[in-house]
């Protein structure tokens, strides 16, 4: 059974940082595309960030430059640093798979950026 735990988010001021962690089991990691999603009441969730298994990464264009996703095999974990946060990354943010895996989404984290 996959599980994905995340955390580290919280409430920082317009220009602030977070840095999110992610820690999956049931799943052979270090093959797996992951990704960081996002989510807000209305909206369908958002791929934001992709590290792939030769640590290459793809991100969505709202996000480039300002978001790094990165991977740590050994530790079954995945890295998202968000730097200079606008009031629009206010959001639900989980981790998964890339395609998702519709069944085993986390409790995810909450960011919230403040004007």
């Known amino acids: 059974q996959v599980q994905l735990v995340e955390s580290g988010g919280g409430l920082v001021p317009t220009g602030g940082s977070l840095r999110l962690s992610c820690v999956a089991s049931?799943?052979?990691?270090?093959?797996?595309?992951m990704g960081w999603y996002r989510q807000t009441p209305g909206k369908q969730r958002e791929l934001v960030a992709t590290?792939?298994?030769?640590?290459?990464?793809n991100y969505v264009e709202s996000v480039k430059g300002r978001f790094f996703i990165s991977r740590d095999n050994a530790k079954n974990m995945v890295i998202l640093q968000m730097n200079n946060l606008k009031p629009e990354d206010t959001a639900d943010y989980y981790c998964?798979?890339?395609?998702?895996?519709?069944?085993?989404w986390g409790q995810g984290t909450q960011v919230t950026v403040s004007l």
């Open positions: 590290v792939y298994s030769g640590h290459t990464t």
């Open positions: 049931g799943l052979t990691f270090n093959i797996e595309a």
């Open positions: 998964n798979k890339v395609p998702p895996l519709v069944k085993s």
